[in-house]
């Protein structure tokens, strides 16, 4: 750590011991209901004459039980940030025209979700009165500007045999007015998620600015285009020519069972042209983008197929050549999303790395580029990168476990240089350094600063096999080292996911914290943040090396902090964390209690009911019937008679990914071996809980059942 921060975080110390006449109110402990008050950053867009930032902004309403979003915008040289739409039902996705002149947005203002767009003054930051553009009874979504700013691209699910939008209406009218609900299936995958998938399709249309009937550019196709995301960059792109976009596309006939989506490019300027495919590796090929001067095509690659969470490989498509480089092979970190820089040689993106998601720079093309790349953030998870004409200053969003996403601005410039091996000689390259970070945005600098919010403690252990794993520690409000304080251990999900420097509203390390306990959390093996052979390390394994990671950090917690009170702790998981709370339960009697949110109880019967197979199908090594010793090795459910600690379980009917029949099972057992436990069901929620109310519920149920058991 620099000596600058070390002085600062020093001062801060000093500063917060200070009486409080002198700083003013005390900080006190953070509440569900002040969690629900903050105002949740979504996507940025910047203005293309670098002055402006616009972004989206989600308030919840707790008595209404809703979140509506709007559009803000501010300064980029620093400034308030204010509202720019107020509508009741909420705009959300600004982009800015290429001219900079107009913005579009998305808004269910009058009906079902469409594009609209609104003269923007580039002087004042404000804009006319918005006109809907479309009116498609299949709506909109993720809308993006032409290069020329005359099209609009963006996204509709249809009913591939349809040809107009009059068709997918009547459709959709006859499916309303029919009494009979049955559905027929004939292929995987028939839910997904939290939905049934249905007749319809995702296509990617272009409609003229100036309206008219929009293009469907996979007219019959009955594959997603792009295939179902649940977050993260979009899966198309305009060439800088408006001439081309490039998109994801998965065509295997059993999407179930299948990561491989492919990069296909499709000529604009020909009707009869058809989609090319270029991408040519086994695994999932994501987020297409150009570079500025249109001669490159980077996305994000994996090579396995069936994995899908193979490392994500930043690779460079050479338009002319047809040739694909991988210009970072020894970089062991996943490359999470990624933004060129305008001289079209230089890449910015964010890798998960220790708790942290960083920003890095890299030199892809050019006569002298980078061998490796350049990290230029420390702590913090960055993303949304924007990189600004000038070459020299981003803005991203910065978020951390002591506070929700803002915007900040980074400015940078290539200093020094580096001498590495090229041939038989030696080249040196310029190499970047961040000069300077600001924040643009304070949504909840007011609130914030009325929480007592710990600082987030790092600490590493020996494991099994010879391998250092990391864990976190967040200390209670108004701490005091002479006590004795109990323990929320929470285990997260994916498998392949990470605790660290991160803010979230689901399962928010501070708020678990607030009443007066110490939270400890453990990246076991399969976390994200420590390289590939690390997160292969829970495939087929899930109730081996990872178990023993995560008990042994928490020994090591035990040992190394004595102000925990070893005697008082409860374990809490969801999704894979649910699956290891199921295994816990039956394998160890230290914990006083145990939550369970949505876990794979009886692998199974999760492989029967669940959507993605090839999830399973890979974690397991086969399927039930080909790998049964392994779904039976690492079932919960095998465990039964050793059940004995206080379990909570939590579960949705939407959930799809694991049917809440997993639930019932581990409920139903826990019943009759007349062991202390408790459900909690939402019949209205998938496998997050995100209705604000619903939430409020969850948080106040999962903390009661810790607090009957541990205090």
Not at 418 to 430: H, L, P
Not at 462 to 488: E, H, M, R, T
Request: hydrophobic share 35%; with cysteine.
């Amino acid at each position: 750590m620099a000596r600058s921060r070390i002085a600062a975080f020093f001062l801060m110390g000093c500063l917060l011991s200070l009486p409080e006449i002198v700083l003013g109110q005390a900080r006190r402990p953070m509440t569900f209901e002040d969690l629900m008050k903050m105002r949740r950053l979504g996507d940025i867009a910047v203005s293309p004459d670098g002055r402006w930032v616009m972004f989206s902004v989600t308030d919840v309403d707790l008595g209404k039980n809703t979140r509506t979003s709007h559009l803000w915008i501010g300064p980029t040289a620093g400034g308030e940030e204010r509202a720019l739409t107020a509508s009741l039902a909420g705009e959300s996705r600004g982009r800015f025209s290429p001219d900079g002149k107009r913005i579009l947005f998305e808004s269910t203002r009058d009906g079902g979700q469409q594009i609209w767009l609104a003269d923007f003054n580039t002087t004042a930051g404000t804009i006319g009165e918005p006109r809907r553009l479309t009116s498609l009874s299949t709506e909109t979504d993720g809308a993006t500007w032409s290069p020329d700013g005359k099209q609009i691209l963006f996204v509709s699910s249809v009913y591939p045999e349809c040809n107009d939008d009059g068709c997918n209406k009547k459709r959709d009218e006859e499916k309303a007015e029919s009494k009979v609900k049955a559905q027929v299936f004939t292929q995987l995958l028939y839910r997904h998620w939290n939905a049934f998938t249905g007749d319809k399709r995702s296509h990617l249309f272009l409609v003229s600015v100036d309206g008219g009937t929009p293009r469907d550019l996979n007219p019959g196709d009955e594959h997603e285009v792009p295939p179902f995301s649940l977050a993260g960059p979009d899966g198309y792109a305009f060439s800088p020519d408006g001439k081309e976009i490039a998109f994801e596309e998965n065509l295997d006939p059993v999407p179930a069972i299948s990561t491989n989506s492919d990069i296909f490019t499709l000529r604009l300027d020909d009707s009869n042209a058809k989609p090319v495919k270029i991408s040519t590796s086994a695994g999932g090929d994501h987020s297409p983008a150009y570079s500025p001067d249109g001669k490159w095509i980077a996305w994000r690659s994996q090579e396995r197929a069936g994995y899908e969470s193979d490392k994500f490989r930043l690779v460079i498509f050479d338009r002319a050549t047809k040739q694909i480089k991988e210009p970072l092979p020894n970089f062991d970190r996943w490359v999470d999303e990624f933004s060129w820089a305008p001289d079209s040689q230089t890449i910015y993106f964010t890798a998960g790395d220790k708790g942290e998601e960083p920003i890095f720079v890299l030199k892809v093309v050019g006569r002298k580029p980078n061998p490796f790349p350049a990290q230029l953030t420390e702590s913090g998870e960055y993303g949304d990168l924007h990189s600004l004409a000038n070459g020299n200053r981003l803005i991203a969003s910065r978020m951390s476990i002591r506070g929700p996403s803002e915007i900040v601005s980074l400015d940078s410039k290539w200093v020094g240089h580096v001498a590495f091996s090229v041939g038989m000689g030696k080249e040196a390259i310029a190499y970047p350094q961040m000069l300077k970070e600001s924040q643009l945005t304070h949504l909840n600098s007011v609130l914030l600063d009325q929480f007592d919010l710990t600082e987030m403690e790092s600490f590493w252990f020996p494991s099994i096999g010879k391998v250092n794993v990391q864990g976190f520690l967040i200390k209670p409000p108004g701490f005091d080292a002479s006590k004795k304080y109990p323990v929320k251990f929470l285990i997260h999900g994916g498998p392949q996911g990470a605790w660290g420097d991160s803010w979230s509203y689901r399962w928010n390390a501070e708020l678990f914290a607030a009443n007066g306990y110490v939270v400890v959390m453990v990246n076991p093996r399969g976390s994200t943040g420590y390289g590939q052979t690390f997160v292969d390390g829970v495939n087929g394994d899930w109730g081996g090396k990872p178990y023993i990671d995560l008990m042994r950090g928490l020994d090591y917690a035990e040992a190394h902090y004595p102000f925990i009170d070893k005697g008082r702790e409860c374990a809490l998981g969801a999704s894979y964390g649910g699956y290891m709370a199921d295994w816990i339960l039956g394998h160890t009697t230290r914990f006083r209690c145990i939550v369970t949110h949505d876990g794979m109880f009886n692998p199974d019967s999760a492989y029967g009911t669940t959507e993605e197979l090839w999830f399973n199908e890979w974690e397991f090594k086969g399927t039930p019937w080909t790998n049964r010793l392994m779904y039976r090795k690492w079932s919960p459910m095998l465990a039964e008679t050793n059940f004995k600690t206080p379990t909570l379980v939590v579960h949705s009917q939407l959930d799809y990914r694991l049917d809440v029949s997993e639930g019932y099972q581990l409920f139903t057992t826990l019943q009759r071996m007349n062991v202390p436990s408790k459900m909690l069901y939402f019949p209205d929620e998938g496998h997050w809980v995100v209705k604000p109310q619903n939430s409020q519920l969850w948080y106040k149920t999962v903390n009661n059942w810790v607090d009957e058991w541990t205090k």
